[in-house]
């Protein structure tokens, strides 16, 4: 918006009668330009596009697509702009060079078998469904061979007038029905089975792998620039990758077995038509494949783009009541907008590659109906062969070519499969890179790389980057400090090597501390866990011992909740050792604690549940007693009972939230399941009196703590005091008694 348009719209709101009043003219003025702007990118985009794709098609011919050209770097327009799985790129060489690796034939064949042999390696049950419904299969086509004689029989008998053949024929064309409705039938039924058994035995494995070593949480720090919309791997994409892959093996099967008898038949009656059949087959297979390749890159496109629609229209269901109280819905219908157009864009370009293949491919079809009796009708009317075994032929030839013929037909459904294996394969590489080999369920060698073809693009131009810095830091500082300066840069430079998240190296987590020490710090470096790398504390040393407190401060974004991450185990980017003792078992309460979809029961349990705990220690007189003590009396009866089941994190308060975590850490501290807890700002939403309550119940316990917060009251529930200063730098101090009495006058001035 422009600063005259600001003006006027603050004047405009001012003037309202009401506090969120807005002009209706203004509004609308405001929409339409903001509307505009985003259709002006978007078109500006699209037609820098078009134009691209004219000056590929002037130099690389008109079905030459994608696959030739390219930017050049050292030119003076930056590259051309394309459009990429993760949106509109400018770099012309690293698009073309992905779309090339996408398109792949043995990178392609390579994910295929190592994300579809594990499932028939490990269930002894899926080689039997699998070889059952090839039996099935073989009938099918035997049946087809069958009714293939039958007809010619029939045909026959028809043209020469014979009333007993004609009878005959036609009785073993209703045997042959009967025998063939349940086969074609019950192998539908079973290729179904097989399905749907091989997509329960995938998506649980995936899910595995994916809360296996916090990967779900990983994902969100370190991969999302990689792998997009895990959700939709899990389930859209593992589900069409099985229904797709039995089906296009069994018809690839079927194929091949057709191939080979009705090829035997065509020989038998006119060989000069099999010659013509293996030509024509052969162009149409070469020509389809050249002018249909760019839709794998399309469509994996597509895929992407339609999964950022549905997260942002997702994202506006979950965050209904903060868009509502900015009043922010004008934004997000723009960006939902945005990312309609983007996927129409798109959906634009599959529309033309679609057309121009289907072009081809009805002009391939029709000529098929005709060409193989045109080729056999001189031998028809020379006398040699009769009307059924010319049908015959017309059916073989039609069988025939339609085998050879398989790409041709199912090339759209092998672009958008090879997309879908293109994501599930960058999915699942992500998640067993980072767990032990040993747990890897699709033996993926981290070494070899076939995930998101810009990921190592991105690699070169951040190692780039660093070199430029280290460069720099050289010409600054001269040789002073030369040795600490060059250890720096090798740490940071040399880690580049290993990928995204291991640039710096790693803090260990070891749990060999003594059971009255849970935790002890040697040298500790954090980073964070993005691109950017940044220094967040350096070299923190402390010791903990059992039952001590430790309160956490220091002014917003210097670490605070990223200690405590590291401390968890989340984040582990940097240096240094964490020792934690075997026995210690720590629970974390953010500053907005997690609702677990379930009941009530289910919220206080998390994340254990009732099997974990005694009948009698989860009893409703029990949890109500918990309940009490952090001043939530009477919430199971405001909810008809502790098995009623909500969307707590929609009812409850932001109060109520923070003080049923605090009975979740009770509830598990009294049933020994917790003896260490991470407290991150986690009554920030509580007034003095809630506060007050409950960490005193810390205090009574036996729980050893770190909190982080910003008010002075809580100082009085701990013992030390780990202040974080300036850049990296922190300090260590005990609480002294001056201090515990201010925070006490503190906590009295606030009830």
């Given at each position: 918006?422009?600063?005259e ?8 709101s ?17 929409e ?28 690389a ?63 002894r ?36 007038k ?33 399905c749907?058994e091989?997509?329960?035995w ?181 006398g040699?062969?009769?009307?059924g ?15 050879l ?12 499969f090879?997309?879908g294996?293109?994501?599930l ?10 767990i032990?080999?040993?747990?890897r ?21 951040r ?48 749990e ?45 974004g ?10 968890a ?10 020792h ?15 609702c ?22 989860v ?34 308060s ?10 979740r ?7 020994g ?7 991150d ?28 917060g ?10 030390r ?10 300090q ?20």
């Amino acid at each position: 918006m422009s600063s005259e348009n600001g003006k006027k719209h603050a004047v405009d709101s001012g003037g309202s009668s009401s506090l969120f009043a807005l002009d209706d003219h203004d509004d609308q003025h405001h929409e339409q330009q903001q509307r505009s702007n985003v259709l002006h990118e978007v078109g500006h985009a699209t037609r820098k596009l078009a134009s691209e794709m004219v000056a590929r098609v002037g130099t690389a011919g008109a079905f030459s697509g994608s696959g030739g050209g390219g930017g050049d770097d050292s030119g003076g327009g930056g590259g051309a702009l394309q459009i990429t799985a993760s949106g509109i790129n400018t770099d012309g060489n690293a698009t073309t060079s992905a779309e090339k690796q996408r398109r792949s034939i043995p990178r392609l064949w390579f994910l295929f078998r190592t994300l579809a042999m594990p499932y028939f390696r490990h269930d002894r049950a899926a080689r039997w469904r699998l070889a059952f419904v090839v039996v099935l299969a073989l009938l099918q086509s035997a049946v087809s061979i069958c009714f293939s004689y039958t007809s010619r029989n029939f045909w026959n008998a028809l043209s020469e007038k014979q009333m007993h053949d004609f009878r005959v024929a036609s009785f073993r064309y209703f045997m042959l029905i009967v025998i063939a409705v349940p086969v074609i039938t019950f192998y539908v039924y079973k290729r179904n089975v097989l399905c749907m058994e091989w997509r329960r035995w995938l998506t649980l494995r995936l899910s595995d792998e994916f809360f296996a070593e916090r990967s779900f949480y990983r994902l969100e720090n370190e991969g999302r620039a990689v792998v997009d919309n895990p959700d939709q791997r899990i389930t859209e994409d593992a589900k069409s990758f099985t229904s797709t892959s039995v089906s296009l093996a069994l018809n690839l099967l079927r194929c091949v077995i057709d191939l080979g008898s009705f090829s035997f038949i065509l020989i038998s009656i006119y060989p000069r038509l099999f010659g013509t059949l293996i030509i024509y087959a052969s162009a149409g297979t070469i020509v389809s494949y050249f002018v249909g390749r760019r839709l794998i890159q399309l469509n994996f496109t597509q895929l992407q783009r339609e999964a950022d629609l549905r997260f942002a229209l997702v994202r506006v269901r979950e965050c209904a009541e903060s868009i509502a109280f900015y009043r922010g819905e004008r934004r997000e219908k723009l960006v939902v907008e945005s990312r309609l157009f983007h996927a129409l864009e798109n959906y634009a370009q599959l529309l033309i590659w679609t057309f121009k293949l289907d072009v081809f491919t009805t002009y391939y079809e029709y000529l098929i109906q005709i060409l193989p009796i045109f080729l056999v009708a001189p031998v028809y009317f020379s006398g040699v062969i009769k009307l059924g075994a010319l049908n015959q032929a017309w059916s073989a030839f039609n069988h025939v070519l339609d085998d050879l013929s398989w790409i041709l037909r199912e090339f759209d459904t092998l672009s958008e499969f090879s997309a879908g294996v293109d994501r599930l394969g960058e999915f699942v590489e992500f998640l067993e890179a980072r767990i032990k080999p040993s747990d890897r369920i699709f033996l993926i060698d981290p070494n070899h790389s076939f995930s998101h073809p810009h990921h190592h693009h991105h690699q070169h131009h951040r190692r780039r980057e660093l070199q430029n810095m280290e460069q720099f830091d050289h010409d600054r500082t001269g040789d002073e400090d030369e040795d600490g300066d060059e250890e720096q840069d090798r740490r940071g430079l040399s880690a580049l090597n290993s990928g995204v998240g291991e640039e710096f190296g790693k803090i260990a987590l070891i749990e060999d501390a003594p059971e009255d020490t849970p935790l002890v710090l040697e040298q500790m470096t954090l980073f964070t866990p993005d691109d950017a790398a940044r220094m967040l504390i350096r070299d923190l040393s402390f010791t903990l011992r059992r039952q001590e407190r430790l309160m956490l401060v220091g002014e917003s974004g210097r670490g605070k909740s990223s200690l405590l991450r590291a401390l968890a185990g989340l984040w582990d980017r940097g240096d240094g050792v964490i020792h934690v003792s075997p026995s210690s078992k720590a629970m974390f309460l953010p500053q907005k604690p997690f609702c677990t979809i379930g009941s009530l029961t289910d919220q206080l349990l998390y994340p254990h549940t009732a099997s974990d705990f005694d009948a009698a220690d989860v009893s409703a007189s029990r949890l109500d007693a918990v309940l009490t003590q952090v001043g939530l009396q009477g919430l199971a009866q405001r909810f008809d009972g502790y098995e009623t089941v909500r969307d707590w994190a929609d009812v409850l308060s932001n109060g109520e939230q923070q003080r049923l975590a605090f009975a979740r850490l009770m509830l598990s501290y009294q049933h020994g399941h917790t003896t260490f807890a991470l407290l991150d700002e986690a009554s920030s939403a509580l007034d003095a009196r809630s506060e007050k309550r409950v960490y005193e119940l810390l205090l009574a316990s036996s729980l050893t703590y770190i909190s982080v917060g910003h008010r002075l009251t809580l100082a009085q529930y701990h013992d030390r005091l780990l202040r974080l200063t300036g850049e990296t730098d922190w300090q260590l101090e005990p609480i002294t008694e001056e201090k515990r009495e201010q925070a006490v006058a503190s906590a009295m001035f606030q009830l």
